[in-house]
């Protein structure tokens, strides 16, 4: 094979593998977890309903919440790089309902009626917040490569004001509590012209809690701004968000401008650009960490369910047989925090498992303590069974550092990932071909000329066919690749230790076409690897490296 011509498509082992490890969470869910979650009464105490097969096999999902005008709808438009069916862009409230943007054959909006009752989606659990929500609540499908890999949730622009918050009909951050919870990354969006965090942002940033892993905010429209104003800015977010956010750590914010549109201040570009980069790593990673999720998501929710159970045992057990039920009840209602203590001190639970104490009160006060069931131990020791067995086996047909590179090659496989925007002239750059002659850079033209430029092109499906991640192949697949073509060890190292100019163990499309050259120079044409690169190879834009 003419190691310049491609590479063979690989199998997709790490797809089914994930496919496997779904199946067994299902397994593990309706043999131990959900006949707790039934006996006690889960879904009413936490509010989330009990599980079906189709979550567990539903794509990575991305929320994205903020206030009006914070380019929400525009972020999702550069993402899929097309308009959208339902888009509604403009600088006052636009997008007035929850829109679930699909993978589908043909352009159409789906009402929010038939997508809550829809067998092959995971939004069955939405009818509970009844028909006014339902009717904002609406799906869009259209093809597109992005959407075969993650599902988009896009929301309504929050609003200041009690008036706009009465209006909506429906409880906004309980259904945003709903979807964080199954949301595989939840973007917070903020402008860098209104950084006022009102009360409703507020509230739905306060039901985010116990899912800051998954959030990622953004400082968008910050190109808007000079360099001196961004920096006051930035600080001022990070302090807004340090106050309503109950983390002791910084969140991760992003800034640039998340639109297709050229910047209005190149004075950051290049900050901007590597930090669209980072944030578009994030997102093209997510259905390679797809599986971990589902796992770690049923992790937290056996922790809760078991200290559930054991509140629920604690305060069947105080209730009198015969008489005084009502005045007990209201003894122990009286007395939550102690109830909370002891229990968490008889069953060595973590504080962090315990429910919000004021919403369990106000559930509590709706029911009888006396109509509880008892603990049963038999099912506790299953959910233990669990957590200490059967996740752990999960576990092991995940990647790790304990893996040969035989078993990490099968385990990693090539899943697919999220094909993000990649837009140099955005950031005031030229793109990699001469955008102003089809034909590219004359030779004397030492500063943009790249001998490699004609294989670079010719190389372009060969290395999307490889899964890159944010744009770049991560170490395994690059190596992969450089094995298969029969070289020495030692060949390979130099060519490695040449093709890698940047030293970050990855290979982006430049750095990949710098290797297969030299491979197709050993192997078709008998040349010795050099030592070190002629400077018409070097990408330009990387030869500020060398």
Known sequence: MDVLSGIPPATDESADRTAMISARLKSIYRRAVLPVEKRYRYDYFFESPLLTDVEFDAKPQVLLVGQYSVGKTSFIRYLLSR??????????????????????PDERTIPGNALSVHPDLPFRGLERFGVSFLSRFEGSQLPSSVLRSITLIDTPGILSGEKQRVNRGYDFTKVVAWFAERADLIILLFDAHKLDISDELKGAIDVLKGHEDKIRCILNKADQIDRQQLMRVYGALLWSLGKTMSSPEVARVYVGSFWQQPLKNLDNAQLFEDEERDLMKDLAILPRQSAVRKINELVKRIRKVKTLAFIIGYLKAQMPTLMGKEKKQQKLLNDLPGVFRIVMKKYNLAPGDFPDINK???KLRDVKFSEFSTLSEKQIKELDGVLNKDIPQLMEMLPSEKDSPETLRTKMGTTESVPVPTRSDKFGKKGEQNESNPFGFAEDDT???????????????????????????????????????????????????????????????????????????????????????????IPPSKRTLV
């Open 360 to 362: 369990f009160s106000g």
């Open 447 to 537: 500063q943009n000329y790249w001998a490699l430029q004609d294989s670079a092109d010719r190389l372009r499906s060969a290395f999307e066919a490889l899964g890159p991640e944010g744009g770049f192949l991560n170490t395994q697949t690059a190596r992969d690749v450089l094995v298969k073509t029969g070289l020495s060890k030692d060949q390979l190292r130099k060519i490695w230790n040449l093709s890698d100019i940047d030293r970050d163990g990855c290979f982006d499309h430049e750095e990949y076409v710098v290797a297969m050259f030299l491979v197709d120079a050993v192997l078709q044409k008998g040349r010795p690897i050099p030592t070190e690169l002629p400077s018409s190879v």
């Open 83 to 104: 308009d959208f069916p339902g888009q509604r862009i403009g600088p006052e409230p636009t997008t007035d309902r929850f829109t679930v943007l699909i993978n589908g």
